[in-house]
């Protein structure tokens, strides 16, 4: 879909920007919707450090991506 509706444009690294008010809308709606009411239901401490890794590490994934889409590639086969 990038490079259908996007190619050419620097308007594709803006998804870049936009999947953060997606995660937060995404985290208040979980927490509301599956709320910890046992205490055998908390996640152990290193949880944090790997959902912290993941979410800085996931804005790259997203440019990689569009990156990626972006280049124009040719084949020689006919």
């Known amino acids: 879909m990038t490079r259908k509706y996007l190619s050419g444009k620097k308007s594709i690294y803006f998804t ?4 953060f008010p997606y995660l937060v809308l995404f985290i208040n709606l979980f927490a509301a919707w599956f709320p910890i009411t046992e205490a055998a239901d908390k996640p152990v401490p290193v949880t944090g450090l790997i959902i912290i890794g993941a979410m800085i590490i996931y804005p790259f994934y997203i440019v990689m991506i569009n990156i990626i889409s972006s280049i124009n590639f040719k084949s020689d086969a006919g």
């Open 16 to 19: 870049t920007i936009l999947w």
